[in-house]
């Protein structure tokens, strides 16, 4: 029956091979490929999450340290409500918010040795109005109200003295206690 010719004999392929292991297992493969689809689409996930966050830690360092730079400049020209403001925006940035916590403790201080010298200037000149104006912007830089309040009276008051008896000065005087206060 093979009429004298030689048996060409060789190993299965490997294509053969897997058709028929697929065959004998349907149910482990079909679980394994499952398996391995999900594996990819969860790293995929993964990678895209980790790509997100990488971006915005770097848009927040980016904004805490413009924030923090915006507050150097405006201390730089002496405007010490932005500086202040700025630095107290990013005291809790895990990127800038000890450097932060210094300026502002430095500020703050600035603030006080300005508070000092503008009460050294009233002590010696207790009609001049600006320097109770520029104590109280200090004081409010430094949030106390009380003391702003009354240095900002003393100031209308040096400028426009109050007639307790007329109730339009008290209502001015109000008025402008209620501005001050909000």
Avoid at 74 to 98: H, I, P, T
Avoid at 108 to 131: F, G, H, K
């Amino acid at each position: 029956h093979l009429k004298d010719e030689p048996v060409l004999a060789r190993a299965p392929s490997t294509i053969y091979s897997l058709r028929k292991f697929l065959r004998r297992h349907r149910s482990s493969a079909a679980a394994i490929l499952l398996a391995s689809v999900f594996a990819v689409i969860l790293l995929a996930v993964f990678l895209r999450w980790n790509y997100k966050q990488r971006l915005w830690e770097a848009e927040t360092f980016l904004k805490d340290k413009t924030t923090l730079s915006r507050a150097i400049n405006s201390l730089f020209y002496r405007n010490f409500g932005a500086a202040l403001a700025d630095v107290e925006s990013v005291l809790d940035s895990k990127y800038v918010g000890s450097e932060a916590r210094r300026r502002r403790d430095e500020i703050l201080a600035m603030i006080r040795r300005r508070v000092r010298s503008c009460t050294e200037q009233i002590e010696a000149n207790p009609e001049d109005a600006q320097n109770y104006l520029l104590r109280a912007q200090h004081y409010y830089c430094l949030r106390e109200t009380e003391n702003m309040i009354a240095d900002m009276l003393e100031y209308v008051n040096i400028l426009n003295p109050l007639d307790e008896t007329n109730p339009h000065d008290l209502r001015f005087r109000d008025f402008l206690i209620g501005l001050w206060q909000s």
